[in-house]
């Protein structure tokens, strides 16, 4: 009774990235592509093949890896002054197009941010009101543009986080004046100094030390 044996499985061969890099780029041009076409006709493939193969790449489970490959070729552009540009020309416009799609809600309030003058009440303007109406307007309606400048208006340069710490070490300077070791009143009147005068004796003292 002959047996059917298994077929040999031939040990692979350990290639660098580096060379599995170049065997892929040497089988790309043999496919009359070059890199960036490959990807791009990857990418926008609507075979179901291709899109089995991009099912995660937006989701929570595949962006932290979409993002480091954007992340990736954002700094292969920006590598030099022109790159850099052409990659805030991008962004800049990418970023002008979702602040123009994002609007408030048309409608009358409370569907949506027109207010009719001959239903304005009292309780429009009341801060549980106000207070809903900036809340819909920063988290549903408009939500890029509010934290875009919220991040421009909390964000800081070195030399403004130097002025800051320079300005707290000021107040905290001021808050640790000691105590004053003499009385202006009690000065001796004939000083050429006139006790009467609005002087921080404890003060100046402190910073001639």
């Known amino acids: 009774m002959s047996t059917t044996s298994a077929p040999m499985q031939l040990p692979k061969t350990v290639r660098t990235q580096e060379s ?6 040497n089988l790309i041009e043999e496919m009359d592509l070059t890199q960036k076409s490959f990807i791009s006709a990857f990418i ?3 075979s179901s093949r291709m899109a089995f193969l991009q099912r995660y790449w937006g989701t929570s489970t595949g962006w932290p890896s979409t993002l480091l490959l954007l992340k990736t070729i954002r700094d292969a552009i ?3 002054p022109l790159g850099n540009d052409y990659w805030e020309s991008f962004i800049l416009e990418e970023a002008t197009h979702i602040t123009i799609a994002q609007k408030p809600r048309s409608g009358a309030y409370p569907h949506g941010a027109y207010h009719n003058t001959k239903d304005v009440s009292e309780s429009c303007f009341s801060s549980e009101s106000k207070k809903e109406q900036d809340h ?15 991040r421009k208006l909390n964000s800081q340069s070195p030399k403004e986080k130097k002025l800051d710490e320079f300005k707290e070490d000021s107040d905290h300077t001021n808050e640790n004046i000691p105590e004053p070791d003499k009385d202006v009143g009690e000065m001796d009147p004939n000083d050429d100094l006139d006790a009467s005068l609005p002087f ?10």
């Open 200 to 209: 921080n004796y404890p003060k100046q003292a402190y910073m001639a030390s």
């Open 44 to 46: 926008s493939c609507s």
């Open 136 to 150: 819909i307007l920063t988290t549903q309606d408009m939500p890029f543009l509010f934290n875009l400048i919220l």
């Open 78 to 80: 920006c590598n030099k």
């Open 20 to 25: 599995k890099l170049h065997m892929i780029c």
